[in-house]
């Protein structure tokens, strides 16, 4: 799996008569672990926003990435001029003014049509059934989804030792921490009430919580006694999905990878 960058903007004497610009965090639509230098990048200048006419297109990249005051810096590396959009990219997801990230899959027959989805989306419902999708086929059945209510995750499931509690979203996990808490203390009884009449005891499971986003790399990015809470990357699922089907033949192997994830 690879990516590219693109790149919108209105703004006068881009991106050739300049040298250094930023974008302010409120128009990046990727995280900040995702931002890698060299990383290659279509430049786009706009007529205006109304139209959203492309006035000229550039390939290049980006260098000397910096962060101040919610706005990320850097400086414009420009190869070649372009005479038209590559055909890749879907003109309507990035034209409006912007930084965006377009991933790319190896080709796998492996691979099906919800995975590659679950890489542009912009429709949350899609990208939360789309993760509940994935998990299934990765091969997770003791799973309940929830239809969406407040303060509810979007499921849970159990998997040999694991309880884990999920959220999948196109949100910034900065605006998850209050569901985060909630998330924790449901996992803190030691039990799911999955319907009206079906428990689920979760006492002596490793118990976690998965939101799960398009961040570029899972990580831990808190404890609370003997609970985890994980930003789960949806590629590394994604990559879980496709070394399952090859590589992992036993539940006791697929734990392991889950727990460690």
């Not at 799996?1 to 610009?21: A, F, G, L, P, S």
């Not at 899609?126 to 209510?149: A, N």
């Not at 831990?220 to 003997?226: A, F, G, N, Q, S």
Request: with cysteine.
């Amino acid at each position: 799996m690879d990516k590219i960058y693109v790149m919108t903007t209105d703004w006068e004497n881009h991106w050739d008569k300049i040298t250094e610009t930023y974008y302010t965090r409120r128009v990046i639509h990727l995280s900040h672990d995702e931002i890698d230098e060299k990383t290659e990048t279509i430049f786009i200048r706009i007529k205006d926003r109304e139209t959203a006419t492309i006035e000229h297109i550039y390939k290049g990249f980006i260098s000397d990435c910096r962060e101040r005051r919610r706005r990320v810096y850097f400086k414009v590396n420009l190869k070649e001029q372009l005479s038209e959009l590559p055909n890749f990219i879907n003109w309507d997801d990035v034209k409006a003014p912007g930084w965006y990230v377009i991933r790319f899959f190896e080709e796998d027959e492996f691979l099906p049509p919800v995975a590659r989805n679950l890489a542009h989306t912009k429709d949350w419902q899609k990208f939360e059934k789309g993760v509940s999708t994935i998990l299934k086929l990765i091969g997770i059945t003791t799973i309940q989804i929830y239809d969406k209510q407040r303060g509810l995750p979007d499921g849970v499931f159990k998997f040999k030792t694991l309880a884990i509690i999920y959220d999948a979203t196109l949100d910034k996990i900065e605006n998850k921490q209050n569901q985060i808490q909630n998330y924790i203390n449901l996992l803190r009884e030691n039990k799911f009430k999955v319907t009206e009449n079906e428990i689920w005891d979760i006492s002596g499971y490793n118990k976690q919580v998965w939101i799960i986003t398009r961040c570029n790399t899972t990580r831990v990015i808190r404890k609370e006694d003997e609970i985890v809470v994980k930003e789960v990357s949806i590629f590394d699922l994604i990559k879980l999905l496709t070394k399952r089907l090859k590589n992992i033949n036993r539940e006791d192997q697929l734990v392991e990878v889950l727990s460690k994830l």
